[in-house]
């Protein structure tokens, strides 16, 4: 019995190497080093080679889900939420913080405290630990140089003036950042106050376009003298060399940024990976890489003062305080308001 179980054993393990080192003798693959799922609402360019170099570094596959620019951030979320019982992503990288404060409150995100989280201010992260921001974008008014005699726009009400009637663009504000901001200002300003001016938007003959990107190209095309964009969309054409320059919104009441966040799916398959894919985007590493990329995002980290953007006297003085878990929790109120004021037309 025992020269039969020996028997059975070396034949066992010559099988085993068989089949590992294959008929043509190649040598045996790399160990797998595990997978991690990703619903990332970031511009797949700014997004896939951040995620490139962590999978290069780490060995863990990274299989990334990006999302369309005309239902940006929204189509995701409404996949979390219908997979909430069987997730089958392990990390949400969104690119602004209230749909992620909102998937917070339905449950769908997991705390969890990365180490890489104390460098980022107690501001820009959930208070029970289901999200951390980093490397932030601002809301800008975009305007084109060569349309633009005088001043250009200072504030949003003047998008509603006389001055720019027919001659602003805006995108459709259902979807992300716009729709992210559509939600302070309802905060900010309150109901009344923001149905007023989209309102006034609407009757000024304000372009509705289909995203952030579209504003910015029909700025930049001179088909309209100025809008409202995110400061990556405008950066991208400012390096192309066309004809815009960017102003800062109401700076009085403070700068708005918009942090990208970053969450642990709550009962996804892989939480060890997802869990070190958040430490690396919470790295210095990785906002400094974003920040000199060509999103030229701005960083939050507390160890990056050194890091200048194209945004540095734009950011000067007072920045907005938002809490937006409470911006978060009016989604469906704004988006009724929207509709109300006909910005879905």
Known sequence: MTRSLAASAAALAISVLAAGCGAGGDAPAAPDAGAVTVYTALDQVYSEPVLKAFQDRTGIRVEAVYDAEAA??????????????????????????????????????????????????????????????????????IYNTERVRGDPPASLQDLASPRWRGRAAVARPFFGTTLTHMCILYQAWGPQRLKAWLAALRSNGAALAAGNAAVRDLVAAGEFAC????????????????????????????????????????????????????????????????????????PLGTDLADVRTPWADLLGGKRMDVDFALAAACVDQVIALLRETGMDQ
């Open 72 to 141: 940006k951030t929204t189509g995701l979320v409404n996949r979390l939420i219908a997979r909430r019982r069987r997730p089958d992503c392990d990390v949400w990288w969104n690119n602004e913080p209230v749909q992620t404060a909102r998937l917070a409150a339905m449950g769908i995100l997991a705390p969890y405290s990365s180490p890489a989280a104390a460098r980022i201010p107690p501001a820009c992260r959930d208070p029970d630990g289901r999200w951390t921001g980093f490397a932030a974008r601002m809301r800008l008014l």
């Open 227 to 298: 809008g409202l964009t995110d400061t990556d969309d405008a950066y991208q054409a400012m390096q192309e060399g066309k004809p815009v320059a960017v102003t800062a919104p109401d700076k009085a009441a403070g700068v708005f940024l918009m942090p990208n966040t970053v969450a642990l799916v709550a009962g996804c398959p892989h939480p060890e990976a997802g869990r070190k894919l958040i430490d690396y985007l919470l790295s210095a590493e990785v906002e400094r890489r974003l920040a000199e990329g060509p999103s030229a995002q701005i």
